[in-house]
């Protein structure tokens, strides 16, 4: 079992930065891949970025490349999600997900995701 809790959200102008931190409970958060998708209002929940469960390997979506860059710290059980040059359309609830098959992580097949956590861009 792992429990996924979002953090670092918040009101931000455009162009400022953010960094989300997501904490996994349980001790075998270093075997999973972990991803993270938004969902922005009356949108459907869009992929934003994954890692391997060792942290060699990243993926984003082409929106994001150049701007957002996730990397994760396994002795703390802890993924981010940086984020940079933010814009309006970036606003969404951000969700961090665990998975243990990567292809399931990179569309959203998780299997456990955090709460979310609020990032709201004002222009």
């Known amino acids: 079992q792992v429990q996924l809790v979002e953090s670092g959200g918040g009101l931000v102008q455009a162009g400022d930065s953010l960094r989300l931190s997501c904490a996994a409970s349980?001790?075998?958060?270093?075997?999973?891949?972990m991803g993270w998708f938004r969902q922005a209002p009356g949108k459907e929940r869009e992929f934003v970025a994954a890692?391997?469960?060792?942290?060699?390997?990243?993926y984003y979506a082409d929106s994001m490349k150049g701007r957002f860059t996730i990397s994760r710290d396994n002795a703390k059980n802890t993924v981010y999600l940086q984020m940079s040059s933010l814009k309006p359309e970036d606003t969404a609830v951000y969700y961090c997900?665990?998975?243990?098959?990567?292809?399931?992580?990179?569309?959203?097949?998780?299997?456990?995701w955090g709460k979310g956590t609020l990032v709201t861009v004002s222009s």
């Open positions: 997900g665990a998975g243990l098959r990567l292809k399931d992580v990179l569309v959203g097949l998780m299997d456990y």
């Open positions: 890692t391997t469960w060792g942290g060699g390997g990243s």
């Open positions: 349980g001790r075998t958060f270093s075997s999973y891949h």
